[in-house]
């Protein structure tokens, strides 16, 4: 009876110890288990946190860009220069809170939008993120700035027999400005007086005078923007233009002579086309045409014959240039003459005037848009197409 008491006693000590073993195996395994998740939510917090400075690298990027110094705008001023963007981003302050930097690693630049890749990090922890976006700096949205007809120098003949030949429709609401612009003052006096009421009824807005002393309307604005659409590889430069484009394929033509000189240009049948024309010399279609875009007519003659209803969409400015082969133009004496014998609708459309604008090399835009007059409305800035690097 004392041996299986014993016994009995012997069993329960094996059975204890056996469950005391076990207990102490699960709560080591427990608490290493517990070691490991903290230290995974550790790394994955530096993970979150370094992703986050990037985050905050891309946003203060943005930021700098839109910002000015000694008055000029960053996205202009550092604009297409990757070198010295990076070495002023990288004197701001990186620390967006302490222990964590950012820092802008790339930029890669592609008209008007540049690829920003920003590094986030943990300092002294060795976790880092990359992620990278896309900047597209403020432009203006289209040539708004330009009224369906410019006349850029003294108004020597404007000549439209009939109310029927000749129509400026209302325009879209977010497309203001007169309806034809004028050089000055009393050109746009003299051309309200010599029009009948029938023919400014026609009209959809004002005749006005440029308020800007630099415009289109200038001669050295115009050589400027002239000289720099030479310089666009897309262009077509000779006496005659080989395509006037269509609405899928928009083209740039420069119509002027082998060394540069003045060409004028006649054009027979009723001619459609679309993009930048830009005549040396005058300007003539046998028949209203059907264009949209950009029409700059540097001779200072623009004549539309008669035949069935044509529509000009965007806009067209005639200018009379003395010498378009000179180092600095100069207005040509005999001003401006605009003949119109058939139905011809000048129409501003913002679609239009947006054809032109893309076509527009980078350098033409910046130009454009430091004239008074083509700052607003403005496309806003804005950061897109977020991503994060998969080597990392």
């Known amino acids: 009876m004392r041996r299986t008491c014993a016994n009995q006693k012997g069993v329960v000590l094996v059975v204890v110890l056996t469950l005391l073993t076990m207990a102490s195996l699960i709560a080591v395994n427990s608490m290493a288990h517990a070691i490991v998740d903290e230290r995974i939510a550790g790394n994955q917090k530096q993970v979150a946190e370094a992703f986050l400075a990037a985050e905050a690298g891309l946003l203060h990027a943005a930021g700098w860009w839109r910002s000015s110094s000694a008055g000029a705008r960053h996205d202009a001023t550092y604009w297409n220069d990757p070198e010295a963007a990076?070495?002023?981003?990288?004197?701001?302050?990186?620390?967006?809170?302490?222990?964590?930097?950012?820092s802008i690693?790339?930029?890669?630049f592609e008209g008007d939008e540049v690829l920003i890749t920003s590094r986030g990090e943990v300092v002294g922890q060795g976790a880092v993120r990359e992620v990278a976006a896309r900047y597209r700096r403020p432009t203006a949205s289209g040539l708004y700035g330009l009224a369906p007809i410019i006349l850029g120098g003294p108004i020597a003949e404007f000549l439209?027999?009939?109310?029927?030949?000749?129509?400026?429709?209302?325009?879209?609401e977010d497309a203001p400005g007169p309806a034809i612009l004028t050089a000055t003052d009393a050109d746009a006096e003299a051309l309200r007086a010599a029009l009948t009421r029938e023919q400014m009824e026609a009209i959809a807005g004002n005749i006005e005078?440029?308020?800007?002393?630099?415009?289109l309307h200038g001669v050295a604005v115009l050589q400027?923007?002239?000289?720099?659409?030479?310089?666009?590889?897309a262009v077509s430069d000779g006496p005659w233009p080989l395509d006037l484009g269509s609405a899928a394929m928009p083209a740039v033509n420069v119509v002027r002579g082998a060394h540069g000189g003045r060409t004028d240009l006649h054009l027979t049948g009723q001619v459609s086309g679309s993009g930048i024309l830009i005549v040396t010399g005058d300007l003539s279609f046998e028949q209203p045409p059907d264009f949209t875009g950009l029409i700059l007519v540097l001779g200072g003659v623009l004549e539309i014959g008669d035949g069935d209803n044509g529509r000009i969409r965007g806009s067209v400015l005639v200018h009379g240039v003395e010498d378009t082969t000179a180092e600095v133009w100069t207005p040509a004496r005999t001003g401006v003459r605009l003949r119109i014998?058939?139905?011809?609708?000048?129409?501003?459309?913002?679609?239009?005037?947006?054809?032109?604008?893309?076509?527009?090399?980078?350098?033409v835009r910046?130009?454009?848009q430091s004239l008074d007059g083509f700052q607003q409305p403005m496309e806003a800035a804005r950061l897109f197409g977020w991503s994060e690097s998969p080597r990392l």
């Not at 005078?209 to 415009?215: N, P």
């Open 86 to 102: 990076l070495n002023a981003l990288q004197a701001l302050d990186r620390t967006p809170r302490p222990g964590l930097q950012w």
């Open 105 to 108: 690693r790339e930029l890669q």
């Open 160 to 172: 439209v027999p009939g109310a029927g030949a000749f129509r400026i429709p209302n325009h879209q």
């Open 209 to 215: 005078a440029a308020t800007a002393d630099e415009g």
């Open 224 to 233: 400027a923007l002239f000289e720099a659409i030479l310089q666009s590889p």
């Open 341 to 363: 014998a058939g139905p011809t609708v000048f129409e501003r459309d913002p679609g239009s005037l947006d054809l032109a604008w893309d076509l527009l090399p980078a350098g």
């Open 366 to 368: 910046d130009l454009v």
